[in-house]
């Protein structure tokens, strides 16, 4: 996985509850059979004004003027900051490939969704749950000042508001934490444990015989 | 100690606790399909891996696949999408690759993973099961352990048979009383994400637990199960009891004879021990509950469909109000306005939640006789498997909606997200079985409000929703 450590960009506010996945990356684009190239279709139905297909040209699409991503002043963002239940509904993982595609590397929320938080470990992006109460100073602070740029560091759980002096603690598990910050393939980090996956197939399969049909036919 | 369900399935799956809080759970079934699994076999042979062990994966593919028969006779050629097509036989050939078992898209077993796995009896009472798919949660109904996972779990589990998880909370709904009739699984189960809201339960497995929910049958219990993740739960659980013995015995994939006998002794113990604790605790009375429809883009914005769409004006939150007015704006109605005067331009009876054969005999019987309105563009029924169409077909239902004015599909996810043909034009309302209203989701722009079947079949009759507890012959 991509690894993460620390990181510093501008902020972009999208002040919304329960972001779903539909959102985040409509379904006409899970045709895809890439982990790429999601990007230019984030928020395919907030960003542009008429429906998107895939393999077009976005260049040449509507835009919608209003979007927070398409200001100017957040056209680099690299932060999103979003209200609570962010990635809700489907488990598809192309919502935090198409975050990262356009080039976001953390979400700053009051509460996730779980399959999305999970996703988003397996791909480097850090997704970073503070308070209600933070999540709203920090709306205000990046409304009053677009354009803000908050200091990630992910050994230190801190999200640092240099304008503001302001730091923040976030609490994270270790085992996430440790797989970002040396970016560990987990896949290769569980075959460590082949012995003790084998022990548990040989207990299962003389206790369950029935979820071995080999066994039982 | 008194164990939950959950900490009963989560122990008999342990195979190592680590230090840093994070365990090693076993898998026993992983169900497969094409949206998300491409990249999960790329990953797996970039790295040089193998699946861990091929027979307890079962692949199929469901969601792009075309439901209209002509189309769907000519096989892949059928699916008119050319992206939609390269995804299905993706799949086939990752699965033929590596030996993984299944159902292609002509085998008449073939459906919605959700819908078959439970069928086949490839999901038993008791077992861990996983699917790169949100809905997985449905298998709970049997009393497994199951749920949703992203492509990176979907190769996780390919190449170990296992996956790292923390150990989630224990949460009770505990339902009193009886539905009345013409209240389904899934008023019951949207009433219930109505209560706690769509972030309510997560973090959480949820057991329904409780006199109503005994009533209901194996399929009722898998409607129920399939929307927990609606309420932010990863995973939903009914203990196993007589029923659950009863619905598994005699399916394809199940044990027989002496092994048979050794299972049904183990599934017995799947239920949550006198005194066991629970983190959370949420009680609903079940005869005090209408057919429900859903006015938003979020399966918690339901009602009633005898109230009226709620006024933003008095919302205090202003967060609340904002996202009440964005919803209201979306789906183009009127505070105030009755929900049963919400007219409705398509119908759609299908989905993992409710496309089995209980949910369409329970439209048929409200369609048989009547026909749809004439201001419905259109009204599908969408069996959730091959085998269910087969069934439905056998009791003659098909001919009830065909003589209806409904059109008869095949086997697929369909309009439930419109990955295929089946969708909703912008503005069109839609009376939908399904499990999501979120903006877009049926189709862009497209308005849905989430049903139950016989709510769904009356709306297809009359064009607008009606109360079914007024209707009694519709
Ligand atoms: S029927 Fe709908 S919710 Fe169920 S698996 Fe298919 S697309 Fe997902």
Redesign the interface.
């Known amino acids: 996985?991509q690894q993460f450590d620390s990181h510093q960009g501008v902020v972009a506010p999208l002040d919304?509850?329960?972001v779903?996945t539909?959102?985040i990356i409509?379904?006409?684009f899970?045709?895809?059979?890439?982990?790429t190239g999601f990007g230019p279709n984030l928020f395919d139905?907030l960003r542009y004004l008429d429906?998107g297909a895939?393999?077009q040209d976005n260049d040449r699409r509507p835009r919608n003027p209003d979007f927070v991503l398409n200001k100017p002043e957040y056209s680099s963002a690299s932060i999103l900051l979003a209200?609570?239940?962010f990635g809700?509904?489907?488990?598809?993982?192309h919502a935090?490939w198409a975050l990262l595609d356009f080039g976001i590397r953390c979400v700053i929320a009051p509460?996730f969704?779980?399959?999305f938080y999970?996703?988003s470990f397996?791909?480097g992006l850090l997704p970073i749950v503070l308070d209600d109460e933070e999540v709203a100073e920090l709306f205000i602070a990046v409304k009053s000042a677009p354009g803000l740029e908050l200091a990630v560091d992910l050994a230190a759980q801190t999200v640092i508001d240099n304008d503001n002096q302001r730091t923040y603690r976030f609490s994270i598990?270790?085992?996430r934490k440790?797989c970002l910050l040396d970016g560990l393939?987990?896949?290769g980090l569980?075959?460590k444990?082949s012995a003790?996956?084998k022990a548990?197939?040989a207990r299962?399969r003389a206790?369950?015989?029935?979820?071995y049909?080999?066994q039982?036919a | 100690m008194a164990k939950t369900l959950y900490d009963k399935l989560w122990d008999s799956h342990l195979v190592e606790q680590r230090a840093d809080g994070s365990a090693l759970i076993y898998i026993d079934r992983h169900l497969i399909h094409e949206v998300t699994s491409p990249q999960a076999f790329e990953g797996l042979r970039l790295a040089g891996r193998a699946p861990w062990r091929v027979d307890a994966n079962l692949s199929m593919p469901d969601h792009n696949v075309s439901t209209d028969r002509a189309e769907r006779a000519q096989g892949m050629a059928g699916i008119v999408d050319p992206t939609s097509r390269v995804q299905v036989e993706t799949l086939a050939s990752n699965v033929q690759a590596y030996d993984i078992p299944g159902f292609s898209m002509d085998d008449p077993r073939q459906g919605i993973v959700h819908v078959v796995g439970p069928e086949q009896g490839a999901t038993l009472p008791g077992m861990t099961v996983v699917c790169g798919d949100s809905h997985t949660s449905t298998h709970g109904a049997l009393g497994a352990l199951a749920h949703g996972i992203g492509t990176s779990e979907v190769e996780h589990v390919l190449a170990t048979q296992c996956l790292v998880q923390q150990k989630m909370q224990n949460m009770l709904v505990w339902v009193e009383g009886s539905l009345p009739v013409g209240v389904s699984a899934k008023d019951l189960v949207l009433a219930i994400i109505g209560r706690i809201g769509t972030a309510g339960a997560t973090g959480y497995a949820i057991e329904f637990a409780g006199p109503a929910v005994r009533e209901l049958s194996i399929e009722g219990r898998m409607t129920v199960c399939n929307m927990a993740i609606e309420a932010g739960a990863r995973a939903g659980l009914v203990a196993v009891d007589q029923k659950t013995i009863d619905y598994v015995r005699g399916r394809p994939m199940a044990p027989t004879g002496q092994m048979w006998d050794k299972a049904e002794v183990a599934w017995r113990e799947l239920v949550s021990d006198p005194g066991a604790e629970f983190d959370r605790r949420v009680d609903l009375d079940a005869s005090a509950l209408k057919p429900q429809v859903t006015w938003g883009n979020s399966p918690e914005l339901v009602l009633p469909v005898d109230e009226n769409v709620p006024d933003p004006a008095q919302e205090s939150d202003p967060a609340k109000r904002e996202s009440m007015q964005r919803a209201l704006e979306y789906m183009g109605l009127e505070p105030g306005q009755a929900i049963s005067d919400i007219q409705i331009d398509r119908v759609f009876i299908g989905s993992c939640t409710n496309s089995r054969l209980e949910d369409l005999r329970a439209a048929a019987s409200i369609v048989a006789g009547h026909h749809v309105a004439d201001s419905v563009k259109q009204a599908l029924v969408v069996p959730g498997s091959g085998t269910v169409k087969q069934q439905a077909e056998a009791e003659g239902l098909d001919s009830i909606f065909s003589a209806a004015g409904f059109e008869w599909r095949e086997p697929g996810c369909s309009m439930c997200l419109a990955m295929n043909a089946d969708k909703l034009g912008p503005g069109e309302h839609c009376a939908s079985t399904s499990n999501r209203n979120f903006e877009g989701r049926q189709g862009f722009g497209g308005r849905t409000h989430l049903v139950s079947p016989s709510m769904a079949a009356a709306a297809a009759i009359h064009g607008h929703f009606v109360n079914l507890q007024n209707h009694s012959e519709a």
């Open positions: 996985m919304r509850a329960n779903d539909d959102l409509p379904k006409q899970l045709k895809s059979i890439r982990r139905s429906e895939i393999g209200r609570e239940n809700c509904g489907s488990s598809r993982e935090p509460s969704a779980d399959i999970n996703n397996k791909n598990d270790e085992f440790n393939d987990e896949i569980t075959l444990s003790a996956i548990f197939e299962q206790s369950s015989p029935w979820l049909p080999e039982s």
